[in-house]
């Protein structure tokens, strides 16, 4: 078994409106399925990049700032599955939920295996 991290990354400057409530539903639902089948160790929707800030190290010096606007991580999980194949899986069965559920909404998950304990 290995640990992938899912990233849900969407631009905020041009989602349309705030999340449906069947889609929180949709979530919550595919959550308990994901967590009786022992594949969901934790997720968690992110607050707006606006309100967050980078520390990044450019040049030796390290600057504090605004994320910048555009496409961003907006939400994550973190599952146990055999194959990245289900990884895979899994994160097109989350965007198909946002596609079903919030019309407009445009986005993409990132996948990344975790290394380490």
Do not use: C
């Amino acid at each position: 078994m290995s640990r992938y991290l899912l990233m849900l990354r969407s631009d905020e400057t041009t989602t349309p409106g705030a999340p449906p409530q069947e889609l929180f539903e949709a979530i919550g639902k595919a959550a308990a399925e994901w967590t009786a089948a022992g594949v969901l160790r934790d997720t968690a929707g992110l607050a707006p990049a606006a309100t967050g800030t980078r520390i990044d190290l450019t040049d030796d010096t390290i600057n504090t700032g605004p994320i910048p606007a555009g496409e961003n991580v907006t939400a994550y999980a973190i599952i146990e599955v055999t194959t990245t194949e289900d990884a895979i899986g899994r994160a097109t069965e989350f965007l198909e939920l946002h596609k079903q559920h919030w019309p407009g909404w445009n986005g993409a998950s990132e996948i990344r295996q975790i290394y380490g304990a």
